[in-house]
């Protein structure tokens, strides 16, 4: 069951993907259990489509044994998937899930031209490139408490001014982000820098600032603000 409305949306958008959605890619991983999510697994195992279980992190477990009975378990909720064992860690499996996927996928005309990257925008890269390393700098809840939003991008010829905020829930947070004199706050500003400098193929100048938002992801006018709800 969702604890914030911002996971009660993410579930209706989800829900509402499977309508349309030509191959199901369910991710889980060795610590989940499966009957976590079994009321919308119920409906994944409803639809009429491929669907591809990928189960990660099997890194983790200390032998086949341990990886033969978690399979079981997955397969008795969704017995028509295909399951993949994986390591995204240590890149075990994942080119055959993505062969697998192509395989799967209908041939259509294409939906844009020869010469289109992408339909996003680029404040939209650099919000995904700064939860990235926010995600690979910190541990448990935090990373999942915080939404990035891009207020400044001005991109020239040769160079790009970005300027971005943090938003966290709760003081203690803050302090988290930012870090011990703003070393772990500066360790995501100079990871994503160099990243998006890689993208862009520009200097990056990048400001990361770190704002409470109180229990922002119950709030449904800041869910909207977010771009998470209609």
């Keep these: 069951k ?6 009660e949306s993410m579930l209706e958008y989800s829900t509402g993907a499977l309508v349309d959605a030509d191959v199901l890619l369910y991710v889980t991983d060795v610590v989940e259990t499966p009957t976590k999510n079994k009321e919308f697994l119920e409906k994944v195992a409803r639809e009429k489509v491929p669907i591809i279980l990928v189960i990660n992190k099997i890194d983790l477990l200390s ?20 399951i993949y064992p994986t390591s995204a860690k240590e890149n075990f499996n994942v080119d055959q899930i993505m062969k697998r996927i192509v395989e799967l996928l209908p041939e259509n005309p294409p939906y844009f031209g020869k010469d289109a990257l992408t339909d996003r925008s680029s404040r939209f890269f650099v919000t995904e490139i700064v939860r990235e390393k926010i995600l690979l700098t910190y541990d448990k809840e935090v990373p999942y408490a915080t939404q990035v939003i891009v ?8 160079e790009i001014h970005i300027m971005a905020v943090i938003y966290v829930e709760r003081d203690t947070q803050k302090g988290i982000i930012i870090g011990r004199q703003g070393k772990k706050l500066k360790h995501v500003g100079i990871e994503a820098r160099k990243e998006l400098e ?10 990361l600032f770190v704002k409470v938002e109180k229990d922002w992801r119950n709030q449904e006018k800041k869910l909207k603000a977010f771009g998470y709800l209609d």
Excluded at 2 to 7: E, H, N
Excluded at 63 to 82: D, F, T, Y
Excluded at 151 to 158: A, T
């Design 2 to 7: 969702p604890k914030f409305k911002l996971q």
């Design 63 to 82: 032998g086949q044994a341990e990886l033969v009975k978690i399979v079981e378990e997955w397969r008795a909720l969704l017995p028509q998937a295909e």
């Design 151 to 158: 207020e400044k991008f001005d991109e020239g010829d040769d």
């Design 198 to 207: 890689k993208f862009f193929e520009k200097h990056v100048y990048l400001q």
